[in-house]
């Protein structure tokens, strides 16, 4: 069972179209889902300036807006979806936790270590645990939806169901 979750699905299984636009619209899906987390718990204090503008001030020079922002956060998120998409679609287990996973997986990647790192945020044990954890499960829920709406769609369009459900499912449970 543990080396199908590491198996590379038959090219016949793969449908890459299909999963790039599924994981795009996931990623769509996330953003609006993200936004509405980030109003209900905010992942950062009232003083700091988000990270997209942070980012785009540092490329352009000028400051940024929170339009600008959110357009940033868009194309993140769709651009995400896609990569998640792809990924699924070669590599199985990318798809632990229905996008769970995923979503911890670029929490822990850009908020923990490449944002600080870049100057973007200040040092991950200077940020409070309160912001610390509206990210982490803002990103978690995020993941999740790029997920779910990755699987749904994607066996709409492909008309067969992602190759990692069947993965994960023990060939003795399927026999019976």
Do not use: C
Request: charged share 15%; no cysteine.
């Amino acid at each position: 069972m543990f080396r199908q979750l590491f198996t590379v699905p038959h090219r016949s299984m793969r449908h890459q179209g299909a999963a790039m636009l599924a994981g795009g619209l996931g990623g769509l899906m996330g953003t609006w889902f993200k936004f509405g987390w980030d109003a209900f718990w905010p992942p950062r204090a009232s003083g700091r300036i988000p990270e997209p503008e942070v980012l785009i001030s540092m490329f352009t020079h000028h400051p940024s807006s929170l339009g600008a922002s959110h357009i940033f956060s868009f194309i993140f998120s769709v651009l995400s979806g896609i990569g998640y998409g792809v990924l699924v679609e070669f590599l199985p287990i990318a798809s632990l936790g229905t996008g769970l996973v995923f979503g911890f997986a670029v929490w822990l990647g850009a908020h923990e270590v490449v944002m600080p790192w870049i100057g973007l945020t200040p040092p991950t044990w200077e940020i409070p645990a309160n912001e610390q954890a509206a990210e982490l499960f803002g990103h978690v829920l995020w993941g999740l939806v790029i997920g779910v709406f990755y699987e749904d769609f994607r066996r709409r369009w492909a008309k067969s169901s992602a190759a990692p459900i069947e993965a994960f499912i023990p060939h003795e449970v399927v026999a019976r």
